[in-house]
């Protein structure tokens, strides 16, 4: 009878402790990334009445008679199934779809959240609404190369303070000169160029046929109706069998920092001629493309599947910030959980392994989306009715053990 009094105890105690846990885990139904828990028993010590016997002088065995002293837990799971994405259209959201956590610092430490609800704070880095905790990842540089061999560090995404220009390195022209033009008959092309500052400069482009039965055209760039060629003048030739463009003898334009007047460095850009023809048709020739572009500001940014955060800016350029790094374990379930929806790690979940998103084995990101918890309503439910019915079953074993005590006592009377 003492045996079943503390047998009945021990399992009162123990599914008290999972009620504990199914509690904790419809409380945070609507926890942002939460991870439900699970609790495992087994059984305890057994007392030994009598030993087993082997078969012998023609007589079997005998099994051996235990009797067992209740139950324990055996360990109290974080379930790290995948929970539903939601959108919620703002762009500092981040959900991990697949394995991975991200990673945030308190100024000391690395935390282990998917939780991905970020903001931009006043100094213009992603931190985790919740604790403040910086997001960390890797920062391009100037020409948005990010090198992921270099430290983690925060990501600041300068909103509305940062400013990129370009000067313009290659002029690309496009279209038709027409064959049968006249010699000396000639078309200018005006378009703009920019500089290192990024404004903007009109330059004039005069093509000249040389000869009336043939291939080749002068071509003059002027600047403030100066000449920036030399002389003699270069020339672009065609392929007489069908008209297509054969090659350009000019060489790189420079236009010197003093003449453009502006701070900017000197301004040096080639001509692309590789898609303009002459044959017989309209004179459709035009500047199809330059690749400098004026001064623009951060409008706004967007976080990739592979967590590459990219700039908007106000003059339609577009330019890598940085990429949010990612962090895997070998065993998840092996984490810490802190407070806030933070994990550390611990001695049976291995070292974190970094990563960008999408590869070795790390899940992809989705932006303006979160994770909602993976508890289930209704698994959390029917385990609490089984958790019930267990502890009110070893709540009856005590009070009849003790009704059994009684009649011990009574013998006496």
Do not use: C
């Not at 100024?107 to 006043?122: A, I, K, Q, V, W």
């Not at 001695?347 to 989705?366: C, K």
């Amino acid at each position: 009878m003492q045996r079943s009094l503390y047998s009945a105890v021990s399992g009162m105690r123990n599914h008290q402790t999972k009620m504990d846990v199914i509690g904790n885990n419809i409380s945070n139904v609507n926890t942002t990334a939460f991870k439900g828990g699970s609790v495992l028993f087994q059984d305890i010590l057994s007392q030994t009445l009598r030993g087993a016997g082997g078969p012998q002088d023609n007589r079997g065995g005998t099994n051996p008679l235990q009797v067992g002293l209740g139950m324990n837990i055996a360990s109290i799971t974080n379930n790290h199934t995948q929970g539903s994405l939601q959108a919620t259209g703002r762009s500092t959201d981040l959900a991990i779809q697949g394995s991975g956590f991200f990673m945030v610092n308190d100024g000391l430490s690395n935390y282990y959240t998917r939780d991905g609800s970020f903001n931009l704070g006043p100094d213009g880095i992603l931190v985790q609404s919740g604790t403040g905790y910086r997001l960390q990842g890797w920062m391009a540089d100037a020409q948005g190369v990010v090198d992921m061999d270099g430290p983690l560090g925060h990501l600041h995404i300068p909103i509305g303070s940062d400013r990129i220009a370009s000067p313009t390195t290659m002029l690309q022209l496009a279209g038709n000169l027409h064959a049968q033009w006249e010699e000396g008959e000639s078309i200018t092309i005006t378009t703009g160029v920019y500089d290192s500052l990024g404004v903007e400069h009109e330059v004039d482009i005069v093509l000249t046929k040389v000869a009336a039965d043939g291939n080749d055209w002068t071509v003059d760039l002027q600047y403030n109706e100066v000449s920036y060629m030399g002389e003699p003048l270069p020339e672009v030739t065609f392929d007489p069998t069908n008209g297509s463009f054969a090659g350009f003898t000019g060489d790189s334009i420079t236009i010197s920092a003093e003449v453009l007047n502006t701070g900017a460095a000197d301004l040096v850009f080639d001509l692309n001629f590789s898609n303009v023809t002459q044959v017989s048709g309209p004179m459709d020739i035009l500047a199809r493309y330059q690749d400098g572009y004026p001064s623009g500001v951060l409008d706004s940014f967007s976080v990739g599947k592979t967590g590459t955060i990219t700039g908007i800016y106000s003059n339609g350029m577009i330019r890598d910030l940085g990429i949010v790094s990612m962090a895997a374990f070998a065993n998840p379930e092996g984490l810490t959980k802190m407070a806030n929806n933070l994990w550390v790690p611990s001695a049976n979940s291995g070292q974190a392994l970094v990563g960008q998103a999408g590869e070795q084995g790390l899940g992809t990101i989705e932006g303006s989306t979160l994770e909602m918890s993976n508890v289930d309503l209704v698994n959390e439910f029917t385990e609490m009715i089984t958790t019930s019915r267990a502890f009110q079953a070893n709540s009856r074993v005590i009070s009849t053990s003790d009704e059994m005590l009684v009649e011990v006592v009574n013998i006496k009377r």
